[in-house]
């Protein structure tokens, strides 16, 4: 710094050389006085409502957790509901017996209600049906066994029929004497016998057979082996 | 029970008597320079003793993190002079600004002597408001109390090199400009 730089800045700073009135610090005690309350204060206040708030957050996602997502309708009956009642199912043979009069009842009627269909399906999964006044008496027969369907089933089998195959007789012998060629579809199937040797079990250090009997070495050590075995 | 909430409340009322007293010291030491600082923006004294004491209420509020000597002084430096220049031009266009007032208070025996002492602040003042304000705050300080180039870094949080280069580049301008 030269000389005149210096001079520059003592100008600056005799230009600022200013003292604070007397009454400087009393004015700021008194406004410090006059002060609403600290940030510390009002810090506290913003959290307890934040706390607050929070509170009534959870208690409300609680609220709504344990309430039943789905709330069964009350449906009111009318021309669309009609038509969209399936057609009744007609009963088959022997299937009442599964149908109990617990579950016939169940069966739609005259007055509108809330009905479930299927057994393993969640509570969630819910059929509302409703429908108008129908012709009295069970007019749909929900069968919920695959036992008992089958069971009717087979009963309408005799009704059906059902006819067995059973293999062609044998030719008689005067039609032996003329030689006919054989009919390879109707022709039965000669099947030879199969012979199964035993499976032997030889061991590395018996002796071998001698070449003109291949069976007297596997004799001796089955005859080896039952004998280890009575031991 | 009185005497276990007069015991459990002493230290308490202790810190925040400390804390009070600590306030006052910091009080009795800066108020020179806060207004010293205000006044190099603004020129004007009530101005200046207003804008400093806006910033001991700041500073009051946050003591809690204020409680060291030079940072309080560093922290109260610069809320002051951001004060001031909010002051300034909240009030650049209804007040008429205070011309020189140190200067102008110094008692002079010759009539020419005054004027001539007069007109050099007068264009020295005008030449410092034309400066830059990262410039006009580095000569400012520099020129309150013979702050060094480590003080001023140290109100400033700048590094004493950053400081050194903006008051050289300061004084340069200042003094093509007072030419």
């Not at chain 1, 390879?184 to 070449?211: G, M, N, Q, T």
Request: charged share 25%; aromatic share 4%; proline share 8%.
């Amino acid at each position: 710094m030269n000389d005149e730089r210096d001079e520059l800045l003592r100008e600056i700073g005799a230009a600022l050389t200013i003292e604070p009135s007397p009454s400087f610090g009393a004015g700021v005690r008194e406004r410090l006085a006059a002060e609403p309350p600290s940030l510390w204060a009002r810090r506290g206040l913003w959290w307890s409502v934040a706390g607050a708030a929070a509170c009534a957050a959870m208690v409300a996602a609680l609220v709504v957790a344990n309430r039943s997502p789905v709330t069964p309708r009350e449906v009111v009956p009318d021309a669309a509901a009609a038509a969209a009642v399936p057609a009744p199912v007609e009963p088959l043979p022997g299937a009442p017996a599964v149908a109990n009069t617990a579950r016939d009842s169940r069966a739609v009627t005259a007055s509108p209600r809330v009905d479930r269909v299927g057994v393993g399906r969640p509570p969630r999964q819910q059929v509302i049906v409703a429908a108008p006044v129908l012709a009295a008496g069970p007019d749909m027969t929900v069968v919920t066994s695959q036992g008992a369907l089958l069971r009717a089933a087979w009963q309408r089998v005799p009704a059906v029929g059902v006819a067995v195959a059973e293999p062609a007789p044998a030719p008689a012998p005067a039609a032996a004497a003329v030689p006919t060629p054989p009919d390879p579809v109707a022709a039965p199937i000669v099947v030879s016998e199969i012979k199964i040797d035993p499976i032997v079990f030889l061991r590395l250090d018996s002796p071998v057979a001698p070449s003109g009997s291949p069976a007297g070495g596997v004799r001796k050590v089955i005859a080896d082996d039952s004998a280890r075995s009575k031991e | 029970m009185n005497e276990y909430a007069e015991r459990l409340a002493g230290p308490l009322v202790t810190v925040g008597e400390e804390a009070a007293r600590e306030f006052e010291a910091r009080l009795a030491d800066s108020a020179a320079l806060a207004v010293r600082v205000a006044y190099g923006v603004l020129r004007q004294r009530q101005d200046a003793e207003d804008v400093a004491q806006e910033a001991f209420i700041r500073a009051h509020r946050a003591f809690a993190s204020l409680r060291d000597r030079e940072k309080f002084r560093a922290w109260l430096v610069r809320m002051t002079w951001r004060i001031a220049l909010d002051w300034k031009r909240g009030q650049r266009r209804r007040t008429t600004r205070e011309q020189i007032v140190a200067i102008a208070s110094a008692t002079f025996t010759d009539g020419e002597a005054e004027a001539i002492a007069t007109d050099r602040s007068a264009r020295l003042w005008a030449a410092i408001d034309v400066l830059p304000e990262k410039l006009r705050v580095v000569i400012v300080l520099a020129a309150i109390e013979g702050h060094g180039l480590k003080d001023v870094g140290a109100l400033l949080d700048l590094p004493e090199g950053t400081v050194k280069s903006r008051l050289f580049d300061a004084r340069k301008k200042l003094q093509e400009l007072l030419q």
